[in-house]
């Protein structure tokens, strides 16, 4: 008797050290046609939209043919939309047919699902995800179709869904399946269940989206879990389909004409180099994703009806919901309109935005300020201002993304300096001489939060006759006994020749701002570029800025809770050190690692985000936490004990 073969095959290729996948398939077959099949699985991992593989892995096990659960295809119908939203709706409307109620829930269910390689398995009440890995997924596997297989070497969407949700639609406490394809040019996705059979719906995404993604709704008993995941990972299932004629004419005049277009698709779709990108991103772990809250700011957040711990936000001292900023908003809102109308030089300048810049110019003890509408143009518009393709520009090595555009952008040679290194810079300084030049450096780093070494950095700016900068986005408000920054943390009275902050972390509202002499602001009100063309900050955020300074100003003591706070967390962490700041950086290296912690963390109630590349250096992933103000001991004290365990995991 002939054998029966499970064939795999998985393409990979090596990016950067990592493998990135390229195609993946499998077949359920019998031995005399194993060798055809393979040929074509080959031919479909090297014609590919994502790139040639440089790994291409095939595999055949023999199945026991007794065990083989033989299952009937679900019957198919079709819904054509009229676009993405009746689609979607339409999706809704299926599942709620089933007692499954996604409502506003469906985009943020799809967008965990893209995340993973194989399905997202969720409970069908609560949604709360049930794997255990969140990067991989569940994948269904050991599944085909009974018959005589006229294979292809592409893929068919069609047969092998049609296929795979058949095998779900049968696992134990499975009761419901949700596919969008993630391919670019495949708009069409399903709906599956036993009772509603497969449902395709068109379209459920717009051409030349490369997100997909796949759910499966449990709702079966917990303990049973481990039963379901069995079934569909190595269950072997043939599938009956019923009219096996009709379904293989489809199969092969589709196979022909597919062939030909997709080949031509490969190498013309203007979207392939995006969704190779994409997938790129996704194999190495460092795809991002929204993850929308239901509720503002506050030492606790809330995300649909659970309720966190937020141990990541630049809202240091809690003013960002204070019921007086939001008074003085809502004030200004009604007063003035919702928008600004223009920009600064046009139309858009309020008798708000200048008492702002005076009252921040009064708050650094500068002679000047000018507002920007967000901290990152204010480090563009300034850096891109002062300096020009003849000049030199001398940055530390892990300044903020706005620095780093801001001296691609002025033209200038950009001379890198070793993090936080005064003997570096002064070595930098001295092989590069310039007759005019910019030394810049975040006042505190942003990702790893410690803080500039101000006095030696302001002696060598001043010993070579260089323009100084130091950008305090994470330093208002949170540095120095009332906040003012990292001078007075310091004791200087004298600081940087350009200081620039931002009303959207400390201040608790948005926009950018530059401070120093009142030359300077002359000088960048005349030709900052992301000052000119931009709109002015609308009154509301304005307004609760102003607030924001005046509160800050008499409740001093809101920083002293920040820093106690920080020494506390740090102390209970017992990491090593105390940060200067309220940034505390827990390492984790590895990017899967800190993901897979993040996401245990926020399952047991910690809202902290895996800092990844870009944002570090890779492998140097880890757990950024900022500290608030309004942080009780008892939230610290939790927070460092499920720290602990999430890293002993
Ligand atoms: N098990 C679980 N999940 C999987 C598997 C698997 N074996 N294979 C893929 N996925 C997940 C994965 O996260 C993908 O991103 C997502 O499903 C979509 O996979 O009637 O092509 O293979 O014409 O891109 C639907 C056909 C086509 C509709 C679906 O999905 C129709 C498709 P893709
Ligand atoms: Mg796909």
């Known amino acids: 008797m002939s054998h029966l073969y499970n064939l795999r095959m998985r393409a990979d290729r090596t990016e950067h050290g990592r493998s990135i996948h390229i195609s993946g398939a499998e077949r359920i077959c019998q031995e005399k046609i194993l060798p ?6 080959c031919r479909r991992a090297l014609l590919h939209s994502r790139g040639k593989p440089d790994h291409l892995h095939i595999t055949a ?30 999706v809704q409307a299926l599942l709620a047919s089933l007692g499954i109620d996604v409502g506003c829930q469906l985009s943020s269910l799809l967008a965990q699902a893209r995340e993973k390689r194989g399905a997202l398995l969720v409970d069908a009440h609560s949604f709360t995800c049930l794997e255990k890995d969140p990067e991989r997924g569940v994948r269904a596997s050991c599944m085909d179709f009974q018959g005589t297989y006229r294979s292809v070497s592409k893929k068919e969407h069609f047969l092998e869904a049609l296929i795979l949700a058949s095998k779900v639609a049968h696992a134990p406490g499975i009761c419901a399946e949700l596919c ?8 069409t996705g399903y709906v599956a269940s036993q009772s509603l059979g497969y449902c395709r719906i068109s379209p459920l995404k717009p051409l030349g989206s490369p997100y997909g993604g796949r759910l499966f709704f449990y709702n079966g008993e917990k303990s049973d879990l481990e039963d379901c995941v069995r079934f569909l990972e190595t269950q072997p299932v043939l599938i009956d389909l019923p009219e096996e004629k009709g379904a293989q004419d489809v199969l092969g005049k589709k196979a022909e004409t597919s062939l030909t277009l997709t080949t031509e698709a490969q190498t013309t779709s203007k979207w392939a180099p995006l969704a190779q990108k994409l997938a790129s991103l996704r194999e190495q772990h460092l795809l991002r994703h929204l993850d929308p809250l239901t509720s503002g700011p506050g030492a606790y957040v809330e995300k649909n009806d659970e309720r966190y711990l937020l141990m990541s936000s630049n809202d240091y001292l809690g003013l960002a919901n204070d019921e007086r900023v939001k008074q003085r908003a809502a004030e200004a809102l009604m007063c003035y309109g919702t928008g600004s109308g ?24 500068k002679e000047a300020c000018l507002l920007f509408a967000t901290g990152y143009q204010a480090n563009v518009g300034t850096i891109q201002a002062l300096c020009g393709k003849d000049d030199v520009i001398f940055s530390d090595a892990l300044n903020h993304a706005s620095i780093i555009d801001g001296c691609r952008l002025s033209g200038a040679r950009i001379v890198v300096y070793a993090h936080n290194d005064m003997a570096d810079l002064e070595r930098k300084i001295r092989e590069n001489p310039a007759a005019h030049g910019l030394v810049v450096s975040d006042a505190v780093f942003s990702m790893d939060g410690d803080i500039l070494d101000f006095p ?18 994470h330093a208002t408000g949170v540095l120095g006994a009332t906040g003012r920054g990292i001078e007075e943390h310091f004791g200087l009275e004298d600081g940087a020749d350009v200081t620039i902050g931002t009303l959207s972390k400390a201040l608790g509202s948005e926009g950018g701002f530059v401070v120093g002499s009142a030359q300077l602001v002359d000088y960048l009100r005349n030709s900052a570029r992301s000052f000119i063309f931009s709109t002015s900050l609308s009154p509301a955020p304005v307004a609760a800025a102003l607030e924001a300074l005046h509160i800050l100003a008499c409740e001093s003591t809101r920083v002293t809770r920040l820093r106690d706070n920080t020494r506390y967390f740090c102390e209970t962490l017992a990491c090593g050190k105390v940060s200067p700041s309220a940034i505390v950086p827990v390492m984790v ?25 870009p944002s570090v250096p890779r492998g140097q992933a880890r757990l950024r936490f900022a500290i608030r103000s309004d942080h009780t001991r008892e939230d610290l004290q939790r927070t460092c004990a499920l720290i602990a365990c999430a890293l002993g995991r």
């Open 342 to 365: 223009g920009s600064r030089l046009t139309s858009g300048s309020l008798c708000l935005h200048t008492a702002l810049e005076e009252e921040l110019a009064r708050f650094k003890h």
């Open 589 to 613: 290296y590895d990017e899967r690692k800190a993901l897979r912690c993040a996401a245990w963390l926020r399952e047991h109630g910690i809202f902290v985000q895996a800092i990844r590349y």
């Open 61 to 90: 096990n023999v199945l026991d043919a007794q065990n083989i659960l033989h299952l009937p295809a679900l019957p198919v119908t079709s819904y054509e939309e009229k676009d993405v939203e009746s689609g979607l709706a339409r």
């Open 36 to 41: 055809d099949l393979a040929h074509d699985l």
């Open 180 to 187: 969008v394809s993630d391919d670019p040019d495949y708009v």
């Open 456 to 473: 030696a950095f302001l002696e060598i700016c001043r010993r070579h006759n260089l323009l100084s900068m130091v950008d305090e986005a």
